[in-house]
């Protein structure tokens, strides 16, 4: 087992000007689970394959423990890898596509038997060993895949998108699986995914990227408490974080027509470039519905009730707002959870505060976090 470490590792494409990842520094500790998560072109894969020796690094380098490896074969890296397309081999039972690799390596055949069964044990696959990929499940081929990188007793595992194409079901149990397997093997593992909730439930800490430049690492928890940017709120959380740039006016900043009161240090850290706005964000449970009136209180209209069961949320707009100040995520509208047992109807009215201690507040120049 190993640690990992990109040392300003840099990979620009031939052919391009930016890079698509750009001098990326990570340590990943020895028998880690590690997730890069990102949305799409931002480095994930190249992150990922750079470390495999799959792609060239341009600048910077790469360690599995203190060896650089950063020019050496990706055969002689100790590294097994899980691909989105975990293409088997269809004509090989799944103990042969299981042991393939070994096999290649000239490992003798009764130790290839004895890793196969052993993995095989693990993922519960014992009964599925003669079979053919044609003959199994998505999440059974998938738990193969998993089964050829377990075979080598690899340093480190290296899975990109491994679970995408499963069904929504499949998906959370095989996560849950895989994280649960990966405690269990303690191998150094850097999941590849675009999925904010997999990062969240499966990762021993998160790593962010957007357009090849790291964000933030740190636990679920601290990404989720203390996003460090503007970006980070809005990618990590669902529902999204309700953001919004709000004029500065006597210590508070001014969401409708309430004012949210800000600790001095944030105000000290405005800037001439920020134009006396901040950005602001609450999450949709930082809300808590109050009577009107109530004192640092907003209004928000009723558009839409997502009912989910265990929870709602309401989708609103900001009385006495801007249109289009504030938003969430992907959605133009203010996020509220509601409860799901009193539901207001579309258009209706209700009153919000955010909760004391819960607002993120940003630079609206730069979107670094301030609070
Ligand atoms: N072979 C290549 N030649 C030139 N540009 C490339 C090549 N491969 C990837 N890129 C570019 O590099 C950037 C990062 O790509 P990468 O595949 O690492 O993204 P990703 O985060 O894995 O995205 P996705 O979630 O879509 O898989 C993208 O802008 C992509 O277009
Ligand atoms: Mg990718």
Do not use: W
Not at 4 to 24: I, K, N, S, W
Not at 150 to 179: C, G, H, W, Y
Not at 209 to 237: H, S
Not at 336 to 342: A, G
Request: charged share 20%; net charge negative.
């Amino acid at each position: 087992m190993a640690t990992v470490t990109f040392d300003h590792a840099t990979r620009v494409y031939p052919g391009t000007e930016r890079p698509a990842v750009d001098q990326l520094n990570l340590h990943i500790e020895d028998g880690e689970f590690l997730v890069l998560v990102g949305p799409s072109g931002c480095g994930k894969s190249t992150s990922l394959r750079m470390l495999a020796g799959l792609e060239d690094v341009n600048g910077g380098r790469i360690l599995i423990g203190d060896r650089d490896v950063t020019d050496v074969q990706p055969k002689d890296r100790d590294i097994a890898m899980v691909f989105q397309n975990y293409a088997l081999y269809p004509h090989m039972s799944v103990a042969d596509n299981m042991g393939f690799a070994l096999k290649i390596a000239g490992t003798p055949k009764a130790e290839i038997r004895q890793r196969v069964e052993e993995a095989a044990k693990i993922l519960d696959l014992t009964e599925y060993l003669d079979r053919k990929p044609k003959a199994l499940s998505g999440g059974q081929r998938q738990r193969v895949a998993m089964g050829r990188a377990i075979v080598r007793q690899p340093q480190v595992f290296l899975m990109d998108e491994p679970l995408s194409n499963l069904d929504a079901k499949l998906r959370v149990q095989t996560r849950t699986q895989i994280a649960s397997l990966q405690r269990r093997l303690g191998v150094t593992t850097v999941y590849v995914t675009h999925d904010q909730t997999e990062a969240l439930t499966m990762g021993d800490r998160i790593a962010v990227l957007k357009g090849g430049l790291l964000q933030q690492v740190g636990t679920p928890r601290e990404m989720y408490d203390t996003p460090a940017n503007v970006f980070v709120a809005g990618f990590i959380g669902s529902p999204a974080m309700n953001l919004g740039t709000f004029e500065v006016k006597d210590g508070a900043a001014q969401v409708g027509s309430a004012q949210i009161p800000l600790e001095r240090n944030v105000i000290a850290g405005m800037t001439e470039a920020d134009g006396g706005k901040l950005t602001v964000g609450f999450r949709p449970e930082s809300l808590d519905v109050v009577p009107a009136g109530t004192p640092g209180s907003f209004q928000v209209e009723t558009n839409l009730v997502e009912e989910l069961g265990s929870d709602a949320f309401l989708y609103g707009s900001l009385k006495g707002g801007v249109v289009g100040e504030l938003s969430a995520g992907d959605s133009d509208q203010l996020i509220v959870r509601i409860d799901p047992r009193n539901v207001p109807m579309k258009g209706e009215v209700i009153n919000v505060a955010i909760k004391a201690g819960q607002a993120h507040v940003f630079s609206a120049a730069t979107g670094n976090r301030l609070s």
